[in-house]
């Protein structure tokens, strides 16, 4: 593994993008041991600022609610003040983060973003595990999965600087994929 000194990211964060169970989080969270940078899970500071989890933000205000509070605190973290707190940080977004062409831009601009993609079969498995994601609270999952992974997978190419075929890989290997290829786009 390289020396964490390597890495120079320029005061910018590398941001974690892809569907619901592709890594993010654990990935962010080992990147974040590895690095010295802080992680920003966006889901939890959102869960913080509202006082309760997404699952019933969902439930009680709506999707397009949380949505617009994604897009909130992106044109936050962009903005003089917030850059101070992402700056030079690991960003775990929420899945359907791309979904607001805003929120593309504004991903793309910030740092480095990489696209964790993961077949559907290995999402299925992992999401099985709990039940807290609105979305996926229904008999077919694994349906749902499928389309989102459709309706989403260019969205995602279009924010992504990169895309990291996950699937074959343990999470230190994507852990050192990511890193290598941070390295690689900031000293470039
Ligand atoms: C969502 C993904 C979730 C969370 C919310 C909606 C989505 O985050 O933001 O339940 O639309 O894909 P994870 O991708 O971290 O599960």
Redesign the pocket.
């Known amino acids: 593994m390289p020396a964490e000194s390597e890495l120079n990211t320029q005061g910018r964060p590398i941001i974690l993008i ?5 890594g ?2 654990t990935v962010g969270k080992e990147l974040s041991k590895l690095t010295g940078m802080p992680l920003l899970d ?2 939890s500071v959102i869960e913080e600022q509202i006082g309760k989890p ?2 019933d933000i ?1 439930r009680d205000e709506g ?1 397009a609610h ?1 949505r617009a509070l ?1 897009t909130a605190l992106l044109r936050y973290l962009e903005s003089d003040e917030g850059s101070a707190v992402c700056c030079n940080s690991i960003i ?6 791309v ?1 607001r062409p805003e929120n593309r831009e504004i991903l793309r601009r910030l740092g480095f973003t990489v696209w964790l993609s993961v077949d559907v079969d290995i999402l299925i498995s992992r ?1 099985m595990r709990n039940n ?4 996926l609270r229904r008999p077919d999952r694994e349906e749902v999965l499928n389309q ?1 992974l459709t309706q989403r997978s260019p969205m995602y190419a279009e924010t992504a600087h990169l895309k990291l075929d996950s699937s074959e890989l343990d999470i230190p290997s994507v852990v050192r994929e990511v890193y290598k290829a941070a390295c690689a786009f900031f000293s470039a």
């Open positions: 892809g569907l619901m169970g592709c993010k989080t966006m889901d997404i699952a969902f999707e949380f994604e775990s977004t929420g899945g359907g983060v979904l999401t807290n994601r609105p979305l989102l």
